[in-house]
C-alpha cells in the first residue's frame, strides 16, 4: 500500500520543491584538517549500522499508544475535552497523536537528509564535508527506520507540521553557507535530540526504545558537528553578520516551540481547536514538555557564540534561559551509554536464549 494511501488528510502527490541559493563549493587543500572534526569523521565511520538489522523488528506495538506512554502524558489530559470522550474516542485520539509524532520525526529526518546532502556541497573545508557525507548517509538511515516504524507499526501518516516546513525551506533557501549548518544542525536537530531524549526514557515499549536511543547516537554527533564548525566561523563575524544570525535562531526558536503543540491532531479529529491550544498552552504539563524540549538548543546556540541580547531575552520569554547551564558533552555521552546498554541487554538475552536452546537439545538428545 502506497504511504499516500495512509494519510491523516491527502497530501500532494508530487514533490515540495525548496528553491536553493548559494554555491556549490570545492577546495583544492587535501591535507590540512581540523583534528576534532576529522576525529568526528573517523567516529561516523565507525558507527554506521543497518536499521534492518540492529533493530527488532519483531517487537509488538500498541498502535492506540505506540510508545507506552502514561495516561497525564496526553496533552489534554485533566481537560474537560478529555474527561468528555468515551474510551474509544480517547484511543482513537492516542492512535492519531502517535502517527502525528513520529511523523514529524520522519519528516524532520528526510529534511535533514537533503540539508546534510546541501552542506556537502556549500560548506568551504573539506574535513567538514567529510562529516556531512557520514551524516547524510545516518539521515538516510534514519528516514528508513522512521518510515518503516509509522507505516508497518502504527499504520497512518501525519503530514509535515508547516512551522518545521518554515524552517526547513529558510534553511535551505538561504545562500550563506552556514544557514543550514544553524538551522538543522542547532535547531533543528537540536530539538529533535531532546524530544528523542524525552521519548526515551518515558517509553515503555522496548522497540521505540531501541529506534530512539540508537537513532539518538547518531544525533548527538551531528550536533557535535555543527557545534565545532560554527564556532570557529563565528568567531570572526562582524557585530552585523553575527546580529543576522542571532534573529534567524530567534525566529526559528519560537517555530520550534509551536512545533510540537499538537494543532493538526486537534483539527483532524474536529475538537474545539481553540479551547484545546488554550489548555495545552496553559498546561504545567506542556510548559515543563517545552522547557525540556530547548536543553539542548540553548547550551549549543550559546557555545557557538551567539548569545546577545535578542536571544538571551527570547530565551527568557521562553522560560528556558537557564538551559544554558547545561553540559552538552555530558548529556551526548549518556546518549552513546544509553544505547550500548541497549545493546548489551538485548545480546546478553540472546545469547542467554541461545544457551537454554543447546541445554534443552542436549538434554533431549540424552534421553
Excluded at 517487537?59 to 505506540?66: G, K, M, Y
Excluded at 534553511?171 to 530539538?191: F, H, K, N, T
Aim: hydrophobic share 40%; with cysteine.
Amino acid at each position: 500500500m502506497s504511504s499516500f494511501d495512509l494519510y491523516s488528510t491527502p497530501v500532494p502527490t508530487d514533490t515540495w520543491n525548496v528553491q536553493m541559493a548559494g554555491d556549490a563549493r570545492f577546495t583544492w587543500e587535501y591535507d590540512e584538517g581540523r583534528d576534532r572534526l576529522l576525529n568526528l569523521y573517523q567516529k561516523g565511520k565507525d558507527k554506521q549500522w543497518d536499521a534492518q538489522k540492529r533493530i527488532d523488528w519483531d517487537l509488538e506495538v500498541d498502535p492506540l499508544n505506540p510508545a507506552g506512554l502514561p495516561e497525564y502524558f496526553n496533552p489534554l489530559y485533566g481537560s474537560d475535552i478529555w474527561e468528555r470522550m468515551n474510551k474509544k474516542e480517547q484511543d482513537e485520539f492516542g492512535r492519531h497523536e502517535g502517527a502525528w509524532l513520529f511523523s514529524q520525526f520522519l519528516h524532520g529526518e528526510q529534511g535533514a537528509l537533503n540539508v546534510s546532502a546541501r552542506i556537502v556541497q556549500s560548506v568551504p573545508d573539506l574535513d567538514s564535508k567529510f562529516y556531512a557525507a557520514t551524516q547524510t548517509m545516518d539521515e538516510a538511515r534514519h528516514v528508513e527506520l522512521y518510515g518503516k516504524f509509522v507505516h508497518e507499526k502504527i499504520g497512518m501518516y501525519y503530514p509535515i507540521n508547516q512551522d518545521l516546513a518554515k524552517l526547513l525551506a529558510e534553511s535551505l533557501e538561504d545562500s550563506r553557507w552556514d544557514l543550514p549548518y544553524l538551522g538543522m544542525q542547532v535547531l533543528i536537530e537540536g530539538l529533535a535530540l531532546a524530544a528523542f531524549g524525552l521519548y526515551r526514557d518515558m517509553s515503555t515499549n522496548p522497540l521505540v526504545k531501541q529506534l530512539l536511543a540508537y537513532v539518538m547516537q547518531d544525533e548527538a554527533r551531528h550536533v557535535a558537528f555543527g557545534r565545532l564548525a560554527l564556532k570557529d566561523y563565528y568567531a570572526g563575524l562582524t557585530d552585523k553578520e553575527r546580529g543576522e544570525r542571532e534573529e534567524f535562531v530567534v525566529e526559528g526558536c519560537y517555530l520550534m516551540r509551536d512545533r510540537f503543540k499538537g494543532r493538526e491532531i486537534f483539527e483532524q479529529l474536529d475538537l474545539p481547536v481553540d479551547k484545546c491550544m488554550e489548555f495545552v498552552d496553559n498546561s504545567e504539563m506542556y510548559s515543563l514538555y517545552q522547557s525540556l524540549l530547548f536543553s539542548r538548543i540553548v547550551p549549543c546556540v550559546r557555545d557557538v557564540g551567539l548569545w546577545g541580547e535578542k536571544v538571551q531575552a527570547a530565551y527568557a520569554d521562553m522560560g528556558v534561559l537557564d538551559h544554558a547551564k547545561a553540559d552538552l558533552e555530558a548529556l551526548m555521552r549518556q546518549d552513546e551509554e544509553v544505547a550500548e546498554k541497549i545493546d548489551e541487554e538485548r545480546y546478553a538475552a540472546e545469547l542467554a536464549s541461545r544457551k537454554d536452546e543447546v541445554e534443552q537439545a542436549i538434554t533431549l538428545g540424552g534421553e
